[in-house]
């Protein structure tokens, strides 16, 4: 069994900053390729950032610049630091993955099998 659990988010105002975590139970977290999306309301999912199980990470040109994804594999957690924040990041955002994922560094948001409940983040202007 798989269980994500994200949490971090809240409202802040345009120019700032928010640190999202993911902690994951089930299958050994070192071997986990992970990725964070998110979804506005009426819009698709989007994938924002993803991690393999080397460290190497990706970005959407949307967040690129103003996002760090980053792992924790003593902690099983995933991180999501986000800088200036702008309302156009307004959106609930979840952590994915699946198991034997490690080398799978993709940002298609239906890739993996399991997501968590989704930490919410408001920008207001």
């Known amino acids: 069994q798989v269980q994500l659990v994200e949490s971090g988010g809240g409202s802040v105002q345009s120019g700032g900053s928010l640190r999202l975590s993911c902690v994951i139970y089930g299958p050994p977290f070192r071997t986990l390729g992970i990725q964070w999306l998110r979804q506005a309301p009426g819009k698709d999912p989007e994938g924002v950032a993803a991690i393999d199980t080397g460290g190497r990470p990706i970005y959407s040109d949307a967040v690129k610049g103003r996002f760090t994804i980053s792992r924790d594999n003593a902690k099983n957690t995933l991180y999501l630091q986000m800088n200036n924040l702008t309302f156009g990041d307004t959106a609930m955002y979840y952590c994915?993955?699946?198991?034997?994922?490690?080398?799978?560094?993709?940002?298609?948001?239906?890739?993996?099998?399991?997501r968590g409940q989704g930490t919410q983040v408001t920008v207001s202007s």
């Open positions: 994915a993955t699946e198991p034997d994922s490690g080398w799978t560094l993709t940002l298609d948001p239906s890739r993996f099998k399991y």
